[in-house]
């Protein structure tokens, strides 16, 4: 087996990403068309389960930045329903994203093998550099070795089935295997940047970090739907919590995003589709400011510097501190 500290780390020379994930759901707010957001995450599934005409994603959401277009994989295998790779095809080729992920079958490898041979029988050849090989973090070495035969040099690889090998999140040797499947994967696409899907909020993403160059999240909207407000630095303030009230005055204090600057006093009260888009847009403000900052560490020329923000990052929670304890001595071996 690949030992943690066996693999380089990340690329440090460019910035990392976050796509911030969103969904077609009646009532999610569109921060972009309030302040810039880079890099966007829809799902495939989302348009072929609607009833509209699909056409450009772009043109549609009026989106300028980069799009990455997920295939829908996770929520057929949750949900348990049947989905044909050409359908999810048909329908990332009409919305136009900058980035497709190949329909993934986290736990059947030989039809996620086959699927990646339709895609790569029936992608216009003008359109192949778009689409996104998916590896389950845990699929077996001589099915990666396949896919390794199929598509040698992909421009990114995205790894799948992370998000359910994360809980109980205090099963810190879980996290840690999927860390050092993460690493095997990379030494067979060294060439090809490292997409991990939905690793969650910042302070996860930033350990994931040292290995991968993107990752998206939706947790900006799904803490919104909770009356969750996300603290930039760490923390979150609850509706259902009072303990955590007293952190709201700081933060709407020092908030500059359109929602803290608008209404301030309805973004914790308010149950309805405004109170819901005024939280997202705050969450979604501070997941953008938590990002500059952790590529501000990483811009150092010294990447011990890193380190130190990762830990002071991860400190905030009981959990994340643990984790950061377990796997320190391995960042430790790569960072000097």
Known sequence: MVQFDQVPAGDFTRPKKIYLGWSVARGNAQPWKLFEIPHLMVNAYDFWNRRQQTQSVHRTLEFEGEIFCDSGGYQVLMQQRSLKAEDVLEVQLKLGA?????????????????????????VPADQKARFVPVVPHDLPDHYLDRMVELCPTPKVVAIGKVVPSLYPLH????????MRNIQRIKSKFPQSRIHIFGVGGVATAALFFVLADSTDSSAWLHDARFRKLRVFGGGVVRADRPSTHSRLGRLQENCLCPACKSEPSKMLSETGLNGLFLRAV??????????????????????????HYLEQRLSVSSWHRGLFQRVRPSLISQFG
């Open 171 to 178: 099963y810190h040797d879980r996290i840690l295997n999927v």
């Open 282 to 307: 705050h969450n979604a403000w501070v997941l953008k400011l938590e990002l500059k900052a952790l590529n501000k560490a990483l811009s150092s020329e010294d990447p011990r510097h890193y380190l």
């Open 98 to 122: 900058d980035l497709n992920a190949v329909l993934d079958v986290g736990n059947e490898p030989g039809k996620h093998i086959r699927n990646l041979q339709i895609y790569q029988k029936k």
